[in-house]
């Protein structure tokens, strides 16, 4: 059987390549414009092709580099600054995070067979842009919801969870919201890459702690547009492109080891 073909777009050191190396997946292209961060990449995958510039590299150059979309998984960490409650939280609008809609042009160019993304959970509460008229989060769920929507008009199913740094072996708390997409808006395919069904039993790690593995009963319940009990910690729809986090769909706003917090209008 052939590998997965890995393509990562604001590759930094490579983490999201080195978790997919152990898994088996081949890695064929970087795209990291800070030069420090690249060449501790290229040190780990000296036989990808690397490029700088994600506003430039094509879906030609990817696929010329190796990359098979059938069997393909591109990555994004793209930039969180404009989401950070520390920041201005310009969104989608803002020139660094708004570099998603290179991400959406280069899953238009190359349809692969899955995406995973990754970002800060200032990306569930942020506008999609400082111009978008009132009633943002109201009437498309912001900047998430445009994220998400983007990925249903290319008709990927998707489920997005967030994730604590602390139940995964580091002593510290770092959450992070993380995306996955499934080409043919396969409702499944993306939400079992995200669960273990078979450790909703699992208990939080003390804080000051690292728990080992995925803990799936920790920090939060699940969220989901269909109402259906998948699993904790979970949020997704399928190939649905209005994400409001009104009532109709349920956001995931923050997490905690005693509550967590949903975004409901009617309740």
């Given amino acids: 059987m052939e590998s997965l073909t890995v393509a990562s777009l604001f590759d930094g050191i490579g983490g999201f390549l080195l978790a997919f190396s152990r898994a088996g ?8 414009i800070n030069q420090a961060a690249a060449a501790v990449s290229a040190r780990h995958f000296p036989d990808a092709a690397q490029f700088d510039d994600v506003t430039k590299v094509t879906g030609h150059d990817l696929r010329a580099a190796g990359f098979v979309p059938e069997r393909g998984i591109l990555t994004a960490g793209w930039p969180c600054q404009d989401f950070s409650v520390a920041g201005r939280r310009a969104g989608l ?9 290179e991400v959406v042009r280069l899953l238009a160019e190359l349809r692969p067979a899955w995406f995973v993304g990754e970002n800060v959970p200032g990306l569930l509460s942020s506008v999609c842009d400082p111009e978008c008229p ?59 890459v995200l669960l273990e069904p078979e450790s909703g039993a ?45 009532g109709i769909d349920a956001l995931i706003l923050e997490d905690s080891s005693e509550h967590t917090h949903t975004h409901n209008e009617s309740s």
């Fill in 93 to 101: 609008g803002g020139a660094r995070s708004g570099l998603w809609w």
């Fill in 134 to 192: 009132g009633g943002c989060m109201r009437t498309h769920g912001g900047a998430m919801g445009a994220v998400l929507g983007s990925l249903a008009e290319l008709g990927y199913g998707f489920a997005y969870r967030v994730l604590d740094a602390q139940h995964f072996g580091v002593p510290q708390q770092r959450k992070r919201v993380v995306i996955v997409g499934h080409s043919g808006a396969a409702f499944g395919a993306a939400a079992q």
């Fill in 202 to 246: 699992g208990d939080s790690a003390p804080r000051g702690q690292a728990g080992e593995g995925a803990d799936s009963d920790a920090p939060s319940r699940l969220a989901t547009t269909r109402g259906d009990d998948i699993a904790p910690t979970l949020t997704t729809t399928y190939g649905k492109s209005n994400f409001r986090g009104d």
């Fill in 25 to 32: 997946a081949r890695t064929v292209a970087t795209v990291e």
